[in-house]
C-alpha cells in the first residue's frame, strides 16, 4: 500500500529557530512536494522536486528551503521559523516524471501541524 | 495559468440525503481534473479524476463527478451521504506549467453531515 509519512504530527516552535520537516515515501515516486494549508486558503505549493538533489519553487517559496539527498526523502526547512508560518504542512509525492503534464496523482502524507511562537 | 473556485464554504446535509459539491475551474485547454477527500486530522486522498473520454466518473466510496466543459464545472455528487462522509473536500486542475505539472486545487469546502 503506498505510504508518505510525515516525522511529526505536531510540532511547536519559537520564533527564529531552524525547523525541519521531514517526508519520506516509500512508493519509489519522482516527484515529492510541500504544501501549506490554511483555512480559506487551501492548499499552496512551497517546493518540489521531480528528483533527487532537483527542486523548483512553487507559489509561495518564500521563507522556506528544501533539500533531495536521496529518492524517497523530502525535507522542507525553516531557516528561521516566524509567527506567519504557523500552519499544517502537508507533503505529496506522486510518480511519474515532470513531464506527465498534470495527470498525476498525488499521495498525501497525514501532515504537521506547526506552532510557531 | 489554471484556476479553481470552489463557491462553498460549508455545506451541511442530513445523513441519507444527496450530495453536490460545487467546482468550476479556468484553463485554456483539456484539463485534468481531480477531487481529493481529507478527513479529520489527515491528508489528503483521491477520491476520482477526469482525464478524458466518459464525462461522468465514479469514483470511491459511491462518489461521482461529472466535467461539463461548457460550464467549466466539475461537480462531485454523491446519493445519499453516510455520517462518515464528513471531511473536507477538494477540487483540484492539474496541468503543465513550465514543463513540469502543477496541480492547483480549491480552497475546499467542509462538509457537514446531520443526524
Known amino acids: 500500500d503506498v505510504k508518505v509519512t510525515q516525522s511529526s504530527r505536531y510540532l511547536v516552535k519559537r520564533t527564529g529557530e531552524k525547523v525541519f520537516l521531514e517526508c519520506v515515501q516509500d512508493m519509489d515516486h519522482e516527484n515529492m512536494f510541500w504544501y501549506r494549508q490554511d483555512p480559506g486558503l487551501g492548499l499552496r505549493l512551497i517546493y518540489f522536486?521531480?528528483?533527487?538533489?532537483?527542486?523548483e519553487k512553487g507559489d509561495i517559496p518564500e521563507g522556506y528551503s528544501v533539500s533531495r539527498e536521496k529518492k524517497e526523502r523530502f525535507s522542507l526547512i525553516l531557516e528561521s521559523a516566524s509567527t506567519n508560518q504557523t500552519s499544517m504542512y502537508l507533503c505529496a509525492s506522486s510518480g511519474e516524471g515532470p513531464l506527465a503534464g498534470g495527470k498525476e496523482t498525488q499521495y498525501f502524507g497525514p501532515g504537521t501541524r506547526l506552532l510557531v511562537l | 495559468a489554471q484556476s479553481v473556485t470552489q463557491p462553498d464554504i460549508h455545506i451541511t446535509v442530513s445523513e441519507g440525503a444527496s450530495l453536490e459539491l460545487r467546482c468550476n475551474y479556468s484553463y485554456g485547454a483539456t484539463p485534468y481534473l481531480f477531487w481529493y477527500v481529507q478527513s479529520p486530522g489527515q491528508g489528503l486522498q483521491l477520491l476520482l479524476k477526469y482525464f478524458s473520454g466518459d464525462t461522468l466518473v465514479q469514483g470511491i466510496k459511491g462518489f461521482e463527478a461529472e466535467f461539463k466543459r461548457s460550464q467549466s464545472s466539475f461537480n462531485l455528487r454523491k446519493p445519499s451521504v453516510h455520517w462518515s462522509d464528513a471531511a473536507e473536500y477538494f477540487c483540484a486542475v492539474g496541468a503543465r506549467s513550465g514543463g513540469y505539472q502543477k496541480v492547483t486545487f480549491g480552497t475546499g469546502t467542509k462538509l457537514q453531515v446531520i443526524p
Open positions: 522536486s521531480y528528483d533527487v538533489k532537483m527542486k
